[in-house]
């Protein structure tokens, strides 16, 4: 553990997985709040718009995280990652300065008049802010892709005099075909996401016979997005980025089934892979299936890990397959939860059918894990490049910076995050508790302390 | 074009400074100033609804940095590893107690998040300001344009210099003060009654300590660095700046003085943006120096393509017009004194 990249790879790893789980929430939430509202507006029903102010606060909650894990991000390109930086900074500083400057402004410029405007603004007004939003945030969340995706394909540069690339095309850059499944697929990822928290809260209130209507409308809008994104999840946009692995890392896509040998492939659906003796144990497969998805036809070969040279092997083959693995699954759980509901819901016998509620509870985390699965095997599978075919993972890091001072802020990190994540829980709580303000209760209950009633709000 | 994006990033980061700085005022003097459970409600008040745009200046600074000058970028981030990592945990830090002490009303966890604002604030305040003075004092820059600085070592400017020195702890000392002024100005215009009184008092007497500091800290950066002046001697209307800079410290007090409120601190953030311009001033083109000036980091060995510059310019305007429109909302939507309610609404 004295290697120094093998640390400063952690403390990436550990900053932008925990960071990511809140614009996650946030980039997910935000096309269903503006669902809510225009529903409200449409119906000119109050209800929806109680459902969406609520919705909004967690919103704001989670984006405010978001910023405060995301300025370390930022900082580390320069921190722990400076050779990388004075390498590609004239590339990728492009879309990380649009994100910093651009949709970020953008975003937090509407967030403040979304949260705080509404009594200033039309009802329509107040909608364009939303909606506002919800841009601002996916266009952070392409940017950002943007920047990864050139390091997983680099495209639209020119290299210097000094050894560094510089950009050559700005709309080759934005429209890098890499960024285009990717960002397809993680956006309809985050889309999940916020559709099975909006049905868990829904579920937990109507089990815990908590403001019902509330309760109803989050299952209805959760369960109907969570359908039709858990689909898009699989395909065309996870399809897409499969093919993306064939063509330009086929050596990625190899590790991720664990795909040793040259001849037409399985698809694994469970087993352990064994890296050397070169083959999977106890294997799960369906014969000739990774065959089939990359090429559509059967018998097509696929390139094995064999045929790669070792040192173009991803470093860890057997995390990689395993992140790549609990995506999948999860990602076939939530469509088979989400299919399973949907039916319930059209019977309208989903409200009644409490074990089917407990189910969606309890799945909130599912869709963090998957999402973050997803990322550790595009990341995992770059290895061992920094940027693919350009730069190496070992030359990119700050060789100035020691590893144990990489530990020393590792470990800080970890500290201030334990407490980041105590007062998420606290905030988040709190609303919850709180609840969507809306004054109705099938059982008429006393009303509790700082509860308002819906004349006491306006 | 490099000149044009030095200027870009430097009334970038000018803002950065004159508006969080007013916010980690007010925080380092929270304690101090807020004296009851309402009066320090009523700060946090204050500064609740701008914080994190203001803060959102240092991420879009950073970012136009990284792209126009990635070796820049570079170097500094990973020379100062161990100050910049704990400005983030400050930053975080502050944030936590900023959230908390805004939910939280009342009892024992109230005042330990004050505390942990304030000191957050304090802190942050003072590094900023060994930052700057680490930046005028020049760093170990080696030919491959990297350094790395511990901390400190024996205080003293020389081969093994830390990050702390007895100049960059002046220049600290400095910036606290400075922040100081700014944020009790900042609390003097938004609130009213006794707290309105003792943060103008305390304006009043910390402005002559800047004042002295200032003048010490300028003697020290002659004293240390000769060749400072350089560019004020090429192009002599430099030396506007430093007469600019008193001249905005003494605006404050007399302002203060005669109650011009609004005028005391649009006079206090002028100080700030003077002393920026005027470290700019004597720096450019060099924009990391280094101790042996041949290994200095300048804007042409250090910007990125000519192409990407263009680009960047465009969509730049773009955001920067977005930006300036949304502070102007802001902060016309909350003008004004702040008031105490326990209203139930959106952005509570």
């Keep these: 553990m004295d290697s120094a990249v093998l640390i400063h790879r952690l403390h990436f790893a550990f900053t932008v997985t925990y960071h990511y789980l809140f614009p996650l929430l946030t980039m997910g939430l935000a096309p269903l709040v503006v669902a809510l509202e225009t529903m409200g507006l449409w119906k000119h029903d109050e209800r929806y718009n109680y459902a969406a102010r609520f919705w909004a606060k967690i919103f704001g909650i989670s984006f405010v995280f978001g910023v405060v894990t995301g300025i370390p991000m930022e900082f580390q390109f320069g921190t722990n990652w400076s050779h990388f930086s004075r390498f590609a900074g004239g590339v990728i500083g492009q879309t990380l300065a649009m994100e910093g400057s651009f949709a970020f402004f953008l975003e937090s410029a509407f967030l403040g008049l979304f949260l705080f405007g509404e009594k200033r603004l039309s009802k329509i007004g107040h909608w364009w802010t939303g909606v506002a939003v919800f841009l601002g945030s996916w266009l952070s969340g392409y940017c950002i892709v943007a920047t990864d995706a050139w390091m997983q394909h680099p495209v639209a540069y020119r290299s210097t005099a000094d050894g560094s690339v510089t950009l050559s095309s700005f709309w080759g850059l934005l429209l890098n075909p890499w960024a285009i499944w990717q960002y397809a697929h993680n956006m309809a ?61 086929p050596a990625a896509l190899a590790a991720m089934e664990a795909h040793f040998d040259t001849k037409a492939a399985d698809l694994v659906i469970l087993g352990q892979p064994n890296v050397e003796g070169k083959t999977i144990d106890n294997p799960l497969v369906v014969p000739k299936g990774l065959s089939f998805l990359i090429s559509r036809n059967w018998n097509s070969k696929v390139r094995g890990l064999s045929s790669f040279p070792e040192t173009e092997w991803p470093t860890n083959i057997s995390l990689l397959y395993y992140a790549y693995h609990i995506m999948v699954g999860l990602g076939t759980i939530f469509m088979g939860v989400m299919l399973l509901s949907g039916i319930q819901l059209w019977r309208k016998k989903l409200y009644e059918t409490k074990w089917l509620l407990w189910i969606l509870m309890l799945s909130f985390p599912l869709p963090f894990i998957a999402n973050t699965a997803g990322w550790i095997t595009a990341e995992i599978g770059r290895q061992p490049y920094l940027v693919y075919g350009l730069m190496r993972t070992v030359d990119g890091f700050s060789k100035s910076v020691s590893a144990a001072n990489a530990w020393f802020t590792l470990l800080g990190f970890m500290g201030m995050y334990t407490l980041l994540s105590i007062l998420f829980i606290f905030l988040v709580q709190r609303e919850l508790a709180h609840g969507p303000e809306y004054g109705e209760s099938v059982v008429p209950a006393p009303v509790k302390g700082g509860k308002t009633t819906i004349a006491g709000r306006n | 074009m490099g000149l044009l994006w ?69 170097s500094s981030f990973s020379g100062f590893y161990l100050p910049l990592m704990m400005v983030l945990w400050l930053l975080m830090l502050r944030a936590i107690g900023l959230e908390f002490r805004t939910h939280i009303k009342d ?190 980091l300048t804007v042409e060995n250090s910007i990125t393509g000519s192409y990407a510059l263009q680009v960047g310019l465009r969509w730049w305007t773009v955001a920067i017009v977005i930006a300036l429109g949304y502070f102007v909302f802001v902060y016309r939507i909350f003008r004004g004194k702040v008031e105490l309610e326990d209203h139930g609404g959106y952005g509570d």
């Design chain 1, 189 to 249: 990822g985050a889309a999940v996401t916020g559709a099975f928290v909006m049905t868990a809260v829904g579920a937990y209130y109507l089990l815990s016979e908590k403001h019902p209507e509330q309760g109803k409308i989050f299952i209805r809008v959760g369960v109907v997005s969570g359908i039709l994104f858990s689909l898009l999840v699989i395909g065309p946009t996870g399809d897409g980025q499969g093919r993306n692995l064939a063509n330009y890392q």
């Design chain 2, 6 to 74: 030095f200027a870009i990033i430097s009334v970038m980061l000018t803002a950065y400074v004159v508006l969080d700085g007013f916010d980690l005022g007010a925080g380092a003097l929270h304690l101090f100033l807020g004296r009851t459970d309402d009066e320090r409600r009523k700060i946090i008040k204050s500064i609740g609804p701008v914080w994190d745009g203001n803060e959102v200046w240092l991420l879009a600074t950073g970012g136009v940095l990284y792209f126009v000058f990635p070796q820049l970028y570079a």
């Design chain 2, 107 to 296: 009892g024992i966890w109230a005042s330990f998040f004050d505390g942990i604002f304030s000191l957050g604030s304090l802190l942050l305040a003072v590094f900023y300001g060994a930052a700057l003075g680490n930046v005028v004092r020049g760093l170990p820059l080696g030919p491959d344009h990297y350094f790395f600085l511990p901390l400190w070592t024996n205080w003293n400017i020389g081969p093994h210099q830390g990050v702390l020195d007895w100049y960059t702890v002046l220049s600290g000392v400095v910036a606290l003060v400075a922040l100081c002024v700014h944020g009790a100005n900042y609390i003097v215009v938004k609130t009213d009654g006794e707290l309105n009184e003792r943060a103008r008092k305390t304006s009043l007497v910390l402005t002559p300590v800047l004042l002295v500091l200032t003048l010490v800290s300028l003697l020290a950066t002659i004293a240390i660095h000769p060749n400072i002046s350089a560019n004020y001697n090429t192009l002599p209307i430099g030396y506007a700046i430093p007469v600019l800079v008193f001249a905005s410290l003494i605006a404050v007090f007399v302002f203060q003085k005669r109650r011009k409120e609004v005028a005391a601190f649009v006079s206090g953030a002028l100080y700030l943006a003077f002393m920026l311009v005027g470290a700019v001033y004597a720096l450019y083109p060099v924009i990391l120096p280094a101790v042996d000036p041949r290994y200095n």
